[in-house]
């Protein structure tokens, strides 16, 4: 119960122990909030295999479609330019790769499966940042600067002739050590 590798077995664990400290499978079920048949079926498998019985059987799922060829060509095709296979874009996204290694390997996956994939294999997919760097000239980008570093405002560098004058503590006045 207190070693479980999930909660799900400490769970399963903790029936197992109320059923033999002298609990009806049916309260059990009632203290755990599970169905009855639950309880039976957590205390048989705990009784053919022990404490393993009580962990989640392997799931089967669907086969993966990703073979290992194609994830090779997959890391391969991310570090090229798309430019020099021929096409008019400069950056993959996630469909353009998965119809580009469609196309190679016959394989097809929605984008939902190749972005899954990605992650498994420690890409990072985000939004391109676009910037207008490549329309402008460096002569013109040089004398905005200078015109922006010409028209900002510089720190005052003679003394200020304001004065901050305050006003001498009368006797009658109590100072603020004797005030308390």
Known sequence: MKKGETPRIRERATGIRLL?????????????????????????????????????????????????????????LIEQDPQKLGYGFTIWTVPRIGAHLAKETGISMCDESLRSLLDRKGYVHRRPKHTLKDLQEPEGKEQAEETIEMLKKKPKTEKSSYFLRTKQPSPSTPSCENVG
């Open 20 to 76: 033999h400290l002298g609990h009806k499978p049916r309260e059990v079920a009632r203290m755990l909030n599970v169905a009855n048949g639950t309880i039976s079926s957590w205390h048989k498998r705990w009784r053919e295999k022990g404490i393993e019985g009580l962990a989640d059987a392997q799931k089967s799922g669907r086969p993966l479609v990703a073979t290992p060829e194609y994830c090779e060509q997959l890391e391969k």
